[in-house]
């Protein structure tokens, strides 16, 4: 029995030992994990860029107006983005971004640890780094870090929403996210998306418009309707309906009712808006000129010109009307300009028939370029003649002349007509 009682007595202080190693390996691993950990983030943190310049001071579209607020131009560097305020996005598209995207965004405090369970599993397993983002680790990679896809690139971003989140509120958040994601093509934000599908400002949005919005970022050339397969929004935003639905944001009903008109949505002209296009070039000639390149392109400039895009579409009516008259005597191309004869101000400025069509280099201004004056120079060449003592029975030698061109100019030979000399 003494056996007996020495030999569990033996096996239960095994035990305890045993337990007692395990405990302190497992206290110094987690230790060493934390140490790890913090050195590793201090390594990638020294070189980060300072939160704060997560508010986009530069890099807006210079908008061109006529004088009663008709837009008639935007002007960009590569990126087309006006910014708005939270108040001005319709809460549609608002609960779509993040039904879709991060429908934890409220919840979370800048990373979500499924989400980036998900992201280093498909690093290890998959060999490939994607998931694992919220809303806040997209705004970080859209405007302070590169899309390079690597592992320390998905430590910074970590780092950084986590400071972020400490900064700002949720709504300045989702204001920064929506204005500053990728909307297909040169469209940069909300506003410069839904003016550019749908011709309109973010604020008049429906329903399903701001799904189809919301749909966009994820893959903006895959699902954007001007993209290389224009149905493929289509599916995409019946996903981005459904999400909305299963989180509260909409009804059963209203998901089916948007479904079926999802097809029937009307999309804007694809292009950009381009009104009075010879006069808005001259507006924009000037502004470099007198701003910079850089200012134009990014300074975010509102401006308003003496343009009436009213009678714009007057005179463009005019001259197309009046060329289509005489095109049997081969005129194809034709200007027009309206001024107000008190202040000089430019009405109207119609520099060829068409802007686009290269037959005939639509594109240069013909009310600004230089002309042979041909017989309108007569009047002012008889005018000067009289004041000199011509007469209409003046004769004037048919012979070659050449007038002194004075101190350091050349002198001028005029060349007769039939080019003898």
Known sequence: MRKIRAYRRWQRQS????????????????????????????????????????VRREGFATKIYDRDGELLYDVFADQRRTPVGLDQIPDHLKNATIAIEDKNFYKHGGFDPLGMFRAIYNIIVHRRLQGGSTLTQQLVKNVLLTPQRTIPRKIKEFILAVQIENRYSKDEILQMYLNESPYGGTAWGVQAAAETYFDKPVSELNLIESAILAGLPQRPSTYSPFGDDPKAYIGR????????????????????????????????????????????????????????QRVVEQGGLRVTTTLDYSIQEEAQKAVTEEIAKVESLHITNGAAIVLDVKTGEVLAMVGSKNYNDPDYDGKVNVTLSLRQPGSAIKPVTYATALKKGYTASTLLMDTQTVFPGGQGLPDYKPVNYDGKF
């Not at 934390?34 to 590793?40: D, P, S």
């Not at 983030?41 to 860029?49: G, I, Q, S, T, V």
């Not at 950009?272 to 006069?279: D, E, G, I, Q, V």
């Open 15 to 54: 035990k305890s030992a045993l337990f007692s190693r395990l405990a302190f390996i497992g206290f110094i691993s987690f230790i060493g994990l934390i140490l790890f950990t913090a050195g590793l983030f201090a390594f990638y943190a020294k070189d980060l860029p300072r939160p704060d310049k997560i």
């Open 237 to 292: 935003t019946a996903t981005v309906l459904r999400r909305m639905r299963e989180d509260g944001y909409i009804t059963l009903e209203q998901e089916k009712e948007a479904v079926k008109q999802i097809e029937e949505v009307e999309f804007a002209t694809e292009g950009l808006s381009f009104k009075a296009p010879h006069f808005v070039m001259y507006v924009k000639k000037q502004l470099e000129e007198r701003y910079g």
